[in-house]
């Protein structure tokens, strides 16, 4: 079965520096999605950035890119220039390109990031 | 365009009661999704309805819950003779289809069992 371990329970940064949230998960398929969710304390999920498994090439989004490295199963997000809105829970997401629907999708448990004004 | 729209937003219930949590789905979406989030944990999914239609039930207990989402009105989900196991966020998604990417979520529910 496929799991989604993110190894960091908590991050903090200072305002306008750069962080990096760690995500590894274990799968035996070739073919898969992977996201980063960011849940803000008004508790609404909110897509950040999705990676498809057979594209090479890192996700970006704004402020937001992922280190993606298939063979070592790590999805890292890299928040650059961090903002005061930035503080949110960051979850990671895994989901099986067989699966029938993105509903299906496997969290880890969520790194809290923390913006130091 | 309203987002996904739960309520209540905390409910507290002692063990034994009912608890029903309510989700309107955004405009123009017919795919509703409930999913639990106990403290410390990624979201857990529950079950997958379409209009008058279970769709996929799997996360869902055996007993004691229940999800149903009319031809009108908000998707219900249902949890009977609750228990403090039951103390968690309960949030609801909506899509337009099934398409990757495309889950818009709600500010969940709170329920607190005493």
């Known amino acids: 079965a496929q799991t989604v371990t993110q190894s960091q329970p908590e991050m903090s940064v200072q305002e306008a520096e750069t962080v990096t949230l760690s995500c590894t998960y274990d799968?035996?398929?070739?073919?898969?999605?992977l996201f980063w969710y960011k849940q803000p304390p008004s508790r609404q999920m909110i897509l950040v950035i999705r990676q498809e498994a057979y594209k090479q090439q890192n996700a970006t989004e704004n402020r937001f890119s992922v280190n993606f490295q298939k063979a070592a199963k790590s999805f890292s997000l890299k928040i650059s220039d961090s903002q005061l809105g930035d503080a949110a829970m960051y979850f990671c997401a895994y989901r099986s390109e067989y699966m029938d629907s993105n509903y299906q999708l496997i969290w880890g448990a969520g790194t809290k990031l923390i913006i130091k004004p | 365009n309203a987002g996904v729209m739960q309520n209540p937003r905390h409910l507290v219930r002692r063990r034994g009661q009912e608890a029903r949590l309510r989700c309107s789905p955004m405009?123009?979406?017919?795919?509703v999704y409930w999913y639990r989030q106990l403290p410390e944990e990624g979201l857990k999914f529950m079950v997958y309805?379409?209009?008058?239609?279970?769709?996929?039930e799997s996360g869902m207990p055996k007993e004691r819950f229940s999800a149903e989402f009319p031809k009108e009105g908000p998707s219900i989900l249902r949890i009977q003779q609750v228990v403090r196991g039951d103390s968690a966020a309960y949030f609801c998604?909506?899509?337009?289809?099934?398409?990757?990417?495309?889950?818009?979520f709600g500010e969940g529910s709170r329920l607190t069992v005493l």
């Open positions: 799968t035996s398929e070739s073919d898969y999605y």
């Open positions: 309805l379409q209009k008058e239609n279970i769709i996929d």
């Open positions: 405009k123009g979406h017919s795919h």
């Open positions: 998604a909506s899509s337009p289809s099934g398409i990757v990417g495309e889950l818009f």
